[in-house]
T-cell receptor, first 113, second 117 residues
Framework: DQQVKQNSPSLSVQEGRISILNCDYT??????FLWYKKYPAEGPTFLIS?????DKNEDGRFTVFLNKSAKHLSLHIVPSQPGDSAVYFC????????????FGKGTKLSVKP | EAGVTQFPSHSVIEKGQTVTLRCDPI?????LYWYRRVMGKEIKFLLH????????ESGMPNNRFLAERTGGTYSTLKVQPAELEDSGVYFC???????????????FGPGTRLTVL
């Protein structure tokens, strides 16, 4: 039973536009959420995170929004660049610190020039 | 600063054989994690070391998998005997202990792709 779900396996966006990647979770114990980016033949690279006490965290072109009542988070990339093309994984953990991460299946983002 | 390294990058073995994967964490990182991604599925947690001690091994699939971290530095993950369903990419990650002055973000290695024929 998947606790973290990324229902869109792929997303295609034009360069310069906004990319919105979505993630849903089922476990209300999760209190820390992360996004990782993964290029082929590389390991996941940490992108941005958010604690459950916040509803938004911004870092440059990347913003993560958390809606606890809906058990939903999203990653916004503005503006999207071709170098952003990668697989994006949503992950969650509990206990107030990063322990074992529970990952979604990932969304492949393609940013077209 | 060197990142997390894993060896080998790719291993092809036959069913029933033994394979040992190695992970070298970032220097000074007490936490070491193993994860696995089977093709098309999510990355799944296997186990977590704090220094040389197993903090959580609840994700280990069965007793054919043995992880060690002698001396609290590098770690090995041995699969013996390997089965077809063990094929996948095995990732290692490391992080600092919270409160040690750094973040506890998990940094991942490039992974070892294991193919069992």
């Amino acid at each position: 039973d998947q606790q973290v779900k990324q229902n869109s396996p792929s997303l295609s966006v034009q360069e310069g536009r906004i990319s919105i990647l979505n993630c849903d979770y089922t476990n209300s114990m999760f209190d820390y959420f992360l996004w990782y980016k993964k290029y082929p033949a590389e390991g996941p690279t940490f992108l941005i995170s958010i604690s459950s006490i916040k509803d938004k965290n911004e870092d440059g072109r990347f913003t993560v929004f958390l809606n606890k009542s809906a058990k939903h988070l999203s990653l916004h990339i503005v503006p999207s660049q071709p170098g952003d093309s990668a697989v994006y994984f949503c992950a969650a953990s509990w206990g107030g610190s990063q322990g074992n991460l529970i990952f979604g299946k990932g969304t492949k983002l393609s940013v077209k020039p | 600063e060197a990142g997390v390294t894993q060896f080998p990058s790719h291993s092809v073995i036959e069913k029933g054989q033994t394979v040992t994967l190695r992970c070298d964490p970032i220097s000074g990182h007490d936490n070491l994690y193993w994860y696995r991604r089977v093709m098309g599925k999510e990355i799944k947690f296997l186990l977590h070391f704090v220094k040389e001690s197993k903090q959580d091994e609840s994700g280990m699939p069965n007793n054919r998998f043995l992880a060690e971290r002698t001396g609290g530095t590098y770690s090995t993950l041995k699969v013996q005997p390997a089965e077809l369903e063990d094929s996948g990419v095995y990732f290692c990650a490391s992080s600092q202990e919270p409160g040690t002055g750094g973040t506890d973000t998990q940094y991942f290695g490039p992974g070892t792709r294991l193919t069992v024929l």
